[in-house]
């Protein structure tokens, strides 16, 4: 039967009008924009930062590192941050530190100095790992409030700025433009669009009440009267908040969706650091055809984000991530077996449409009970962080052996573990994100 979608908001009930939510929308979707402006920025100027500091490519290996340790530390914590300061300031906060690690390292280029440029990327990775989860939880909050699901498109907004990002750096990098101007030009853009873009987020939902003990049984007591200020948080406001961080650590389906979540991390990490290089050297090509075929993964993936919404509200979360870890599975094994370029190409656009959705649906089940979605969105982000935490070194340690092309069979392990636990993701009743089945005929 088809599923009951919620009636229009509209000032009278207190909910936010739908011109409100569509507002929000926006602004979620320029906030993951800017995220992965941020990062590609960076990410764009790499051969010049390498050659500035004099890195080998263990050394240079060992200096992004400093970025995933940040983040795997940060990630933990976000959950209480998030319930304490709302995702509105959370975003803001943690983008400004974030920047601040991105002029700390733009300091280090000018100053050649690599201890520098590792505090700068650890502080970095700290401010773009809670940023990240604050801005999901927003997302999701919108999505619950639209009725539809929604954030694919969010994440293609992210994919979409890494794609800017990118060009602006590839456009800087042939203009001889320094990287410290550069990164700095970057982070102003971020800040500016983040601080304008916050001001139309939707209000976080309400806490979960907490059960309260009267006259032998449990009584749900509402938060506004429980805490007599939610600006100013009792001494049992902040014992509940860290009761549902821990919490959240125990619940089986939360730390399933991080293990679907893991392995679609890692299935996109894979390809961002290796598909180029592999497809240079395993088919003895030019760096030219090697950034093609990264090219092939990222339009496949962002255009799976931008189509992901219709599928997921037709077909429901199960049978679409089912399909799309196929998909993955299959491009992955065509890129590492085929003999012929034109395959391998073919697989890694099956790879990149395999790996759009699972960590943006990850979050949506996640956030299901919009009560403890921001416990619950830190423990998933932090498992899906930990990918870029492990992924790279132990790829790269295979690769030594075995090449490039091979070593990345290893992808197929986390998307076979993805398959397993993928029930997980199926909605709780009543939440966003079910198939909506044809009426039967009468």
């Given at each position: 039967?088809n599923?009951p979608?919620?009636?229009p908001?509209?000032?009278?009930d207190?909910a936010p009008?739908?011109?409100?939510?569509?507002?929000?929308?926006?602004a979620?979707?320029?906030?993951?924009?800017l995220?992965?402006?941020?990062f590609?920025?960076?990410?764009?100027?790499?051969?010049?930062?390498?050659?500035?500091?004099?890195l080998?490519p263990n050394?240079?290996?060992?200096l992004l590192?400093f970025s995933?340790?940040?983040?795997?530390c940060?990630?933990?914590?976000a959950?209480l941050?998030?319930d304490?300061l709302?995702?509105?300031?959370a975003?803001?906060?943690?983008?400004?530190?974030?920047?601040?690690g991105l002029?700390?390292v733009?300091?280090?280029?000018?100053?050649e100095?690599?201890?520098l440029?590792?505090?700068?990327?650890?502080v970095?990775?700290v401010?773009?790992g809670?940023?990240?989860?604050?801005m999901?939880?927003?997302g999701?909050?919108?999505e619950?409030?639209?009725?539809k699901?929604i954030m694919?498109?969010?994440?293609?907004?992210?994919?979409f700025g890494t794609?800017a990002g990118?060009?602006?750096?590839?456009?800087f990098?042939a203009?001889?433009?320094?990287v410290?101007?550069?990164?700095t030009?970057?982070?102003?853009?971020?800040?500016?669009?983040?601080?304008?873009?916050v001001?139309?987020f939707?209000?976080?939902?309400?806490?979960?009440?907490?059960?309260?003990h009267?006259?032998?049984?449990?009584?749900?007591?509402?938060?506004?009267?429980?805490?007599?200020?939610l600006a100013?948080p009792?001494?049992?406001?902040?014992?509940?908040?860290r009761?549902r961080?821990v919490q959240?650590?125990?619940?089986p389906r939360?730390?399933?969706?991080?293990l679907?979540v893991?392995?679609?991390?890692l299935t996109e990490?894979?390809?961002?650091?290796?598909?180029?290089?592999?497809t240079?050297?395993?088919f003895?090509?030019?760096?030219?055809i090697?950034?093609?075929?990264?090219?092939?993964?990222?339009v496949?993936?962002t255009a799976?984000r931008l189509?992901?919404?219709?599928?997921l509200?037709?077909f429901?979360r199960l049978?679409?991530?089912?399909?799309?870890?196929?998909?993955?599975?299959l491009?992955?094994?065509a890129?590492a077996l085929?003999?012929?370029?034109?395959?391998?190409?073919?697989?890694?656009?099956?790879?990149?449409m395999?790996?759009?959705?699972?960590?943006?649906?990850g979050i949506?089940?996640?956030?299901?009970?919009p009560?403890?979605?921001a416990?619950r969105v830190?423990?998933?982000t932090?498992?899906?962080?930990?990918a870029?935490?492990v992924?790279p070194?132990?790829?790269?340690?295979?690769?030594?052996?075995?090449?490039?092309?091979h070593?990345?069979?290893f992808?197929?392990?986390p998307?076979?573990?993805?398959l397993v636990?993928m029930?997980a993701?199926?909605p709780?009743p009543?939440?966003v994100g079910?198939a909506?089945e044809?009426?039967?005929?009468p």
């Amino acid at each position: 039967m088809n599923q009951p979608r919620p009636e229009p908001r509209s000032a009278a009930d207190g909910a936010p009008t739908a011109a409100r939510i569509s507002r929000a929308s926006w602004a979620v979707f320029l906030v993951f924009t800017l995220n992965g402006f941020a990062f590609a920025s960076w990410a764009s100027r790499l051969p010049t930062v390498r050659d500035k500091l004099d890195l080998e490519p263990n050394q240079m290996g060992l200096l992004l590192l400093f970025s995933a340790i940040g983040s795997i530390c940060a990630l933990p914590l976000a959950g209480l941050v998030v319930d304490r300061l709302g995702s509105r300031r959370a975003v803001e906060a943690f983008a400004g530190v974030a920047s601040v690690g991105l002029l700390v390292v733009a300091l280090s280029v000018a100053q050649e100095s690599v201890n520098l440029a590792r505090v700068g990327l650890f502080v970095a990775g700290v401010g773009i790992g809670v940023w990240d989860a604050s801005m999901n939880l927003q997302g999701a909050h919108v999505e619950q409030q639209l009725g539809k699901a929604i954030m694919p498109r969010f994440h293609a907004g992210f994919s979409f700025g890494t794609v800017a990002g990118a060009g602006f750096g590839a456009l800087f990098a042939a203009l001889d433009v320094p990287v410290p101007l550069h990164l700095t030009i970057a982070v102003a853009v971020a800040v500016v669009g983040v601080l304008l873009a916050v001001r139309l987020f939707l209000p976080d939902p309400a806490h979960e009440p907490e059960p309260v003990h009267v006259g032998g049984t449990d009584t749900n007591v509402d938060p506004a009267d429980s805490f007599p200020s939610l600006a100013e948080p009792t001494e049992a406001d902040e014992r509940a908040r860290r009761r549902r961080a821990v919490q959240a650590w125990t619940e089986p389906r939360t730390l399933m969706i991080g293990l679907v979540v893991l392995g679609a991390a890692l299935t996109e990490g894979a390809a961002n650091d290796w598909v180029s290089l592999a497809t240079v050297d395993g088919f003895d090509t030019s760096d030219s055809i090697g950034a093609v075929a990264l090219g092939v993964f990222l339009v496949a993936m962002t255009a799976m984000r931008l189509l992901g919404t219709g599928l997921l509200d037709r077909f429901g979360r199960l049978a679409v991530l089912r399909a799309l870890a196929a998909s993955a599975l299959l491009g992955v094994l065509a890129f590492a077996l085929l003999p012929h370029l034109v395959g391998a190409l073919v697989g890694v656009a099956l790879w990149g449409m395999g790996a759009a959705l699972g960590f943006p649906v990850g979050i949506s089940a996640a956030s299901d009970d919009p009560r403890r979605a921001a416990a619950r969105v830190s423990v998933v982000t932090t498992i899906g962080y930990s990918a870029f935490f492990v992924g790279p070194p132990l790829i790269g340690f295979i690769a030594h052996h075995v090449g490039y092309r091979h070593a990345l069979l290893f992808v197929g392990i986390p998307i076979a573990l993805g398959l397993v636990v993928m029930n997980a993701v199926r909605p709780l009743p009543g939440a966003v994100g079910q198939a909506t089945e044809p009426t039967p005929a009468p």
